[in-house]
């Protein structure tokens, strides 16, 4: 079992920015990879950012040279560094963990970008 806590969020103006953090626990040898993904009321859940064990990076068109995710293996966190906000990226965003059987998420952090 991994267990996830996010903070940060919370209301910026356009072109602001925002970070927020995702701490894992219990199980965390067996994470291969962690991130973001976003969730607007009425729509499917999407894939903001991701890192994987060695460092690689995935991230959404949308974001990209925008946002930009990091680890701190000794702290077991992922960050989400987003600049130059838009209201679209106004959401709910929820870590993501996978480990070897099973993806865990947090609880979800609001995010609101206003025009």
């Known amino acids: 079992q991994v267990q996830l806590v996010e903070s940060g969020g919370g209301l910026v103006q356009t072109g602001g920015s925002l970070r927020i953090s995702c701490a894992a626990s219990g199980s965390i040898y067996s994470i291969s990879a962690m991130g973001w993904d976003r969730q607007v009321p009425g729509k499917q859940r999407e894939l903001v950012a991701r890192?994987?064990?060695?460092?690689?990076?995935e991230y959404a068109d949308s974001v990209k040279g925008r946002f930009t995710i990091s680890r701190d293996n000794g702290k077991n966190t992922v960050y989400l560094q987003m600049n130059s906000l838009k209201p679209e990226d106004t959401a709910n965003y929820y870590c993501?963990?996978?480990?070897?059987?099973?993806?865990?998420w947090g609880q979800g952090t609001q995010v609101t970008v206003s025009s």
């Open positions: 993501k963990v996978s480990t070897w059987g099973a993806v865990y």
């Open positions: 890192i994987i064990n060695g460092g690689s990076t």
